[in-house]
Structure formats: C-alpha cells, structure tokens
C-alpha cells in the first residue's frame, strides 16, 4: 500500500497494478428542474492479460433506465497521481468539470460542464477518506472514496441531440478501487432535499477479508448543522435494517446520534460492476429512488428531517438483522 496515496484518495491509485484491478469514478448530474437524472462512470480495468484490459466510460439515463458501457483501449486512459484528473480518449473527467463527445450507435452524449461550490469530504490524519482508519488497512478487496460531496453545475449537455441546460444544477463525486465488488451490500446517496446544501450517504457491505468477512457500516448525513458519521470505525451499528421488497428501513445508532430512514428502490438500469479486476458483474442501480430520513440526538430529541426524490440506490445481496 503506497500510503501517501491514501491521503489522496480521489487520485489514481492503481499505477503499479498489474492485474486484477478496477478503479472506477462515479459522477451523478442532475439539473436545476430534476428533470435530468445521469450518472457516468470512467474507469479502468486490469484484467489478467492486455487484451482483457481496458479503459471504460459508463452512462445511465436514470428517467429512462438506459445505459451505455463505451469501451476503449487501456492505453486511452491516463490518470494524475495526486489528484482526480482523468482522461479516457477525447474525454476528460476531474473534480471541477468534465469534457466529454461519446457516441455509439444508438447513443451520443456531448457535455462541457464546470463544477463550482465544491465541498470536499473533511480529511484528518487518521481519517483520510470516509473509510477513516479502514483506509490503511492492506489486502480488501475494494475501497470507497469521496471526492466531492456536493457541488452546483454550469453548463450544457446534448443527450441524444437533445440539449439540456445544466446550470444550477447540482452533483456528486465518489469513487471505488480494488478487485472486487463486496460479496453483498445496499448503497444510496442524495444531495437533492427540501433543504439545501444537504447530503446523505450509506453504504454497508459483507466485506471479505484474510479468509473470512465482516460487514462495515460507512454513512454521513451533512446537514447545516453539521457532518454526522456514522461508520463501524467510529462505534457506529446498524441497530436495525429491514428490507422489503424495494423497500429499506433501517436505524443506524453512533455514540453521539442516531439516524432512521425509509428508502424507496425506483426504475433503474444495468451497470457493469468488477470481479477480479474484470466488468463480469452485472448490478441494477437507480438514481431516482426516494428517501425519507430523521436525525435525533442521544436524548432523543429531532435535530432534522428532510426527504429526496433523486437518490442514488444499489442493492446487492440480502443482509439479516
């Protein structure tokens, strides 16, 4: 583990990897009416020879389900070391805009957006990233990274010839790298509530680790009160999580707070996800379920509640509590 990359987590990480590897940046766009819902995703993976090799660029059109998988040659994609600044081809991806001209046969999508407003994830020496200590930990099979939790969007797009006005829009930035996907887990994320400048993540994961696994809890809730983490580093637990059908309830409990919410899984589409390094895995994600949320504090007093209707939502596997 080279940990001078940890304290730049949303930079390139896999420079030395030479097979069975995948790493993977998640950009959701949304505009200022919500009516445009996209997500794309640049990336690389190493499979065990060259020719299994490549760079990628996934789309999902979250109000229609569709989805798109652009493939390039691995030698298209070159990456900054110290920072999110990554090129696939023509396009060009990074922590303040994107550049991007994709075009098959049946989908074009031509953008040049700026990112402005950014807020970062808060960083400490022992919290590098949202996995916090988990961050130095060698051999897991896959890491999460945060690069922008929020930031407003100036801009166009051309979907299809159709252009869409993307100014004053509002979008997010995270990330994944290692080998594999988790053997199961249930993630979601929304910027998009009633009250501005919100975020809400969650994401817990049946984690293989030296032979065994263990299931880690990572989730923040910022607020203009404040950020508040819950994750299994920070003595954070899943006092419940209930699933039925496409709906999740669940009550996550930190030694300072606790937060309950209600989340509704809506039309998706189909994103390849990696195994071994390889996009073997096939996952159904929606960036237009709901999500309902409460936030009290030890004495069981409310501090906020709020509600989205642009939330990101994956789930993989069942978890029993």
Known sequence: MNLTKVWHQEAFQGTHRKKGYFEG?????IDQTRTAVFALIPGVSIGKTKEESH??????????????YFRFAFDAFSADRKKFDVRIGNNHFWDGGID??????????????RFENIEKYPTSLLHPGIMGPFSF???????????????????TMTYNGALLEMTGGEGYI???????????????QANHFANPNSSFMFSIARIPWLGTSFTGLISFLRTEQ?????????GSKVQS?????DQIKATLK??????????????????????????????????????SLELYDHHGNMLYQDASNRAGMEIAGQFDY
């Not at 994944?176 to 993630?187: C, E, I, T, Y």
Request: charge should be positive.
């Open 254 to 291: 930190s030694p300072t707070h606790m937060l309950s919410f209600t989340a509704n899984y809506a039309r998706g589409g189909i994103l390849k996800a990696p195994k071994n390094g390889m996009m073997l895995r096939e996952i159904e994600e929606s960036i237009t379920a709901e999500i």
């Open 226 to 234: 404040g950020l508040f983490r819950f994750a299994t580093y920070n």
């Open 241 to 245: 999580l209930k699933m039925n059908g």
């Open 25 to 29: 940046w998640y950009l959701k766009l």
């Open 137 to 155: 930990v060698p051999g897991m099979e896959c890491y999460h990274g945060i690069v922008n939790i929020r930031h407003t969007i100036v801009g």
């Open 100 to 113: 991007v001209d994709l075009q098959n046969d049946t989908t074009s999508l031509k953008a040049s957006l």
């Open 174 to 188: 995270e990330k994944d790298w290692g080998k594999s996907f988790p053997q199961a887990w249930l993630w979601m």
């Open 55 to 68: 760079a990628f660029v996934q789309l999902i059109n979250a109000v229609t389900g569709k989805t798109e």
